[in-house]
């Protein structure tokens, strides 16, 4: 009578979380396919095309610099007032968009996420790249100003690597508190919306931050996109344009908290999703 040997499954405990991120690299390719496949999907069968990505932030730019520029008089810091407005709108845009992005994105995959294993956290982060595409794009405009009002940038241009690095890390951040907590509680659809609308009154995009008055300014700059915004212009404009230390420092210090929770919070709840969604 044949005898079968009995093959013993051992599962070591922790094994899974130290093979996760070299799972991210390993999963790259469907990195790439899934952020290729939205840019596609966001302009198809789109009469203009990859122009809505110029055709938005323009207009804002123009109802800002009329309101905040020309009716409310604001100092632009002896630079053009569009150039101002739109080197804010490059990083606010961009992390609009991201959030945006984000929220919906485990939704909108849930029957890839319910048949496959991967990292989920591929998902949030190709959606993030499907927003830089968007800021990469709407960059002509400001070279286009920039030309329009024989603009040339300071040597501080050489600095915006970083605080894009910066800008990346809020995105990033938020989008995966956001993506972790619409698939749990579907009325973030809902308030994503409503917090890019607030954020964009709350944040320095169509004036400057040095217009807060000095015993606020830190206060002000709990907002970790303040310290964003103000970087971009600090490293994009010349003129008077000047960082406030104290509030870049604490919007930093944010920064980092929101992206380290983010990752701590999708991680946390990431192995829900197949069930949840």
């Excluded at 490059?90 to 990292?119: D, E, M, R, T």
């Excluded at 956290?121 to 190709?126: C, E, F, G, T």
């Excluded at 002000?220 to 960082?243: E, T």
């Amino acid at each position: 009578m044949p005898t079968h040997d009995k093959t013993e499954l051992i599962i070591e405990a922790g094994r899974t979380e130290k093979q996760y991120w070299k799972d991210l690299w390993s999963y790259r390719e469907l990195f790439y396919f899934l952020a290729w496949r939205d840019i596609l999907v966001r302009y198809k069968q789109t009469a203009i095309g990859v122009a809505w990505a110029l055709i938005q932030p323009f207009l804002t730019m123009v109802v800002f610099t009329v309101v905040f520029g020309q009716l409310a008089k604001l100092p632009s810091q002896g630079v053009p007032y569009p150039i101002l407005v739109f080197a804010a709108m490059l990083p606010w845009q961009f992390f609009a968009n991201s959030l945006s992005g984000c929220s919906n994105s485990l939704i909108s995959n849930a029957n890839l996420i319910s048949k496959v294993y991967f990292p989920r956290l591929i998902i949030p982060a190709s959606a993030v790249i499907v927003s830089f595409v968007d800021f990469m794009i709407s960059g002509m405009i400001l070279l286009a100003l920039m030309i329009w009002y024989n603009f040339v940038p300071s040597w501080r241009i050489i600095t915006l690597p970083m605080f894009m690095a910066i800008a990346f890390a809020a995105a990033m951040g938020g989008g995966l508190w956001l993506a972790a907590l619409n698939v749990k509680y579907r009325d973030f659809r809902y308030v994503v919306p409503f917090i890019v609308q607030f954020g964009l009154y709350i944040s320095p995009v169509g004036f400057s931050s040095s217009i807060v008055p000095k015993e606020w300014r830190l206060l002000y700059s709990l907002n970790p996109m303040v310290g964003v915004i103000d970087g971009f212009r600090w490293a994009i404009l010349k003129g008077n344009v000047q960082i406030y230390w104290p509030g870049f420092i604490l919007s930093l210090g944010l920064v980092i908290l929101l992206f380290a929770s983010g990752i701590w919070y999708f991680r946390k709840t990431e192995r829900t999703f197949a069930d949840v969604i």
